[in-house]
């Protein structure tokens, strides 16, 4: 049965892309995806990761962007993906911007096909409140050993909590799913992106229903 359906769908400011998920795709990551129990005063690291999913990964830049009012980034150090004697392209910290830059690129003629960590992120929390670690979609990029960027790269963000921030209230999305000439798509496989943090979820769906639905949380998946 077809459930290749699209639907775009704009709830306030936040833009929410529904559509049918596809074959798997490199990853860049940050990891751990969701840290808590974490008070002003404390440091903590966080790795970015690279998941090539079979496609060969010659090099890798990225911007991250966090809250620079509950965050302040201390250090950033190359991971051991992409190998040793990799050439640099940018590790750049700008906490008056909330912004964190890094590049490298690989030498010879091969590239990497296995997952690792690309670099480590050192952060101190200044104060309570919610933090999204989110990579610059337009900046983020993997490239192939012909220099060639990676089009069809995943982007999966992250968020930190820290202790007294207000707590998040919940956000639901839902709808039906059918087929052009109306008919029910029941047991869709819906999947929910926003579109303002290129984060992705998957839908709760029925084998009986063309129902989906999805509950976010405000100021950690709905931050405008």
């Known amino acids: 049965m077809k459930r290749a359906i699209v639907v775009v769908i704009i709830v306030g400011i936040m833009g929410i892309l529904i559509h049918a998920a596809s074959a798997s795709s490199p990853a860049i990551s940050v990891e751990p995806s969701h840290i808590t129990n974490v008070s002003p005063g404390d440091e903590f690291t966080v790795n970015i990761t690279v998941d090539p999913n079979g496609t060969e990964i010659y ?31 940018a590790n750049e910290i700008d906490n008056s911007l909330g912004k964190i830059d890094y590049g490298e690129t690989r030498t010879g003629d091969t590239g990497v096909t296995e997952p690792g960590v690309l670099a480590t992120i050192e952060f101190e929390v200044r104060s309570p409140g919610i933090s999204e670690l989110r990579f610059d979609k337009e900046w983020t990029q993997l490239s192939d050993p012909e220099a060639n960027p990676i089009t069809n790269l995943a982007i999966n963000n992250g968020t930190v909590e820290i202790t007294g921030a207000q707590p998040s209230s919940p956000f639901l999305v839902y709808g039906y799913v059918s087929y052009e000439n109306g008919s029910k798509c029941s047991n869709p496989h819906v999947n929910i992106t926003n579109l303002n943090i290129g984060k992705e979820w998957q839908a709760e769906t029925s084998p ?9 949380r405000h100021g950690i998946d709905i931050v405008t």
């Open 59 to 89: 090099g890798a830049d990225y911007i991250l962007h966090f809250n620079n009012i509950v965050l302040r980034a201390l250090s950033q150090n190359k991971g051991p993906f992409l190998g040793t004697g990799t050439l640099p392209v």
């Open 208 to 216: 009986t229903s063309n129902y989906y639905q999805l509950v976010l």
